[in-house]
Antibody, heavy 121, light 107 residues
Framework: EVQLVASGGGLVQPGGSLRLSCAAS????????MHWVRQAPGKGLEWVAN????????KYVDSVKGRFTISRDNDKNSVYLQMDSLGVEDTAVYFC??????????????WGRGTLVTVSS | DIQMTQAPSSLSASVGDRVTITCRAS??????LNWYQQKVGKAPKLLIF???SLQSGVPSRFSGSGSGTEFTLTISSLQPEDFATYYC?????????FGQGTKLEIK
């Protein structure tokens, strides 16, 4: 089955760290860029970061630059999001998402279920 | 950075109604615009990519149009399963922002 399974969320104190994982199956993971998208409770979607197939290119939204690190292990078919110096504003459900390409366009056609990160004292 | 603005933020409509949601980009994004539907507690689902291409398996009552900075999502005849939140998303350049969402509610 083609799927993404995100894990690693939980409750963490402000200033703490957490590492999210997203395990892929059913497709050739090493061929795809991978993204993280988050959604604060009751709020909209926010793109967080992406990484290219070989891990050599990474981009981040400004609000997480210097605090979050996206990485991947193609042997384990997994993408990760290391989150450091967490603040209450980082509380959200974190989704991993796979973009696919059709001609000149790309879009998310596969999403993980989401893992909840709660930053609170 | 490019900003995406959706309108309205919420909308009440009845089954069978025709509804239109608009999305405006702060600068031209050509046709690099996708539309997603999200139901409570679920991951988003792709409806439209490239501003007007219907994703496989999505009912034909959904359509998208626009280019440059102005885009629309139209549902021609609302069905009960269409009541959800809709997001536009620009895939033109990082940081790839989403619109703030349009919550479609039953009147």
């Amino acid at each position: 089955e083609v799927q993404l399974v995100a894990s690693g969320g939980g409750l963490v104190q402000p200033g703490g760290s957490l590492r999210l994982s997203c395990a892929a199956s059913g497709f050739t993971f090493s061929h795809y860029w991978m993204h993280w998208v988050r959604q604060a409770p009751g709020k909209g979607l926010e793109w967080v970061a992406n990484i290219n197939p070989d891990g050599s290119q990474r981009k981040y939204v400004d609000s997480v630059k210097g605090r979050f690190t996206i990485s991947r292990d193609n042997d384990k078919n997994s993408v990760y999001l290391q989150m450091d110096s967490l603040g209450v504003e980082d509380t959200a459900v974190y989704f991993c998402a796979r973009p696919s390409v059709a001609g000149i366009y790309w879009y998310y056609d596969l999403w993980g279920r989401g893992t909840l990160v709660t930053v609170s004292s | 950075d490019i900003q995406m603005t959706q309108a309205p933020s919420s909308l009440s409509a009845s089954v069978g109604d025709r509804v239109t949601i608009t999305c405006r980009a702060s600068q031209s994004i050509s046709t690099d615009l996708n539309w997603y539907q999200q139901k409570v507690g679920k991951a988003p689902k792709l409806l439209i990519f490239g501003a007007s291409s219907l994703q496989s398996g999505v009912p034909s009552r959904f359509s998208g149009s626009g280019s440059g900075t102005e885009f629309t999502l139209t549902i021609s005849s609302l069905q009960p399963e269409d009541f959800a939140t809709y997001y536009c998303h620009q895939s033109y350049t990082t940081p790839y922002p989403f619109g703030q969402g349009t919550k479609l509610e039953i009147k």
